[in-house]
Nanobody, 123 residues
């Protein structure tokens, strides 16, 4: 069974940083590409970043240069380093696995989801 558990969310002021972590099963890690999505209040879920099995990365234009996705093979972890945070980055952030397309921009583009972790950026 695929399990994804996010952590690292919280409240931060504009300009601050957070690092989100996603712990997942070994099978998930070896077999699938991974991604981070977010859902701002009252809006649809959107792709933020993704990393393929071979380590190729994609970042949405809205976060390019500020967010970085990475993975740690030995620890079965995927990370999202978020710098220079803005109030518009506020939302629930989800870790997801098994991309059905590249890059995965919409909720239908990944097969497995975690429960999410809240990120709140105040101005």
């Amino acid at each position: 069974q695929v399990q994804l558990v996010e952590s690292g969310g919280g409240s931060v002021q504009s300009g601050g940083s957070l690092r989100l972590s996603c712990a997942h099963s070994a099978y998930t890690y070896s077999g699938y590409c991974m991604g981070w999505f977010r859902q701002p209040p009252g809006k649809e879920r959107e792709g933020v970043a993704a990393i393929s099995r071979s380590g190729v990365t994609w970042h949405a234009d809205s976060v390019k240069g500020r967010f970085t996705i990475s993975r740690d093979n030995a620890k079965n972890m995927v990370y999202l380093q978020m710098n220079s945070l803005k109030p518009e980055d506020t939302g629930m952030y989800y870790c997801a696995a098994r991309c059905t397309t590249w890059p995965p921009r919409g909720p239908g583009d990944l097969g497995y989801w975690g429960q999410g972790t809240q990120v709140t950026v105040s101005s």
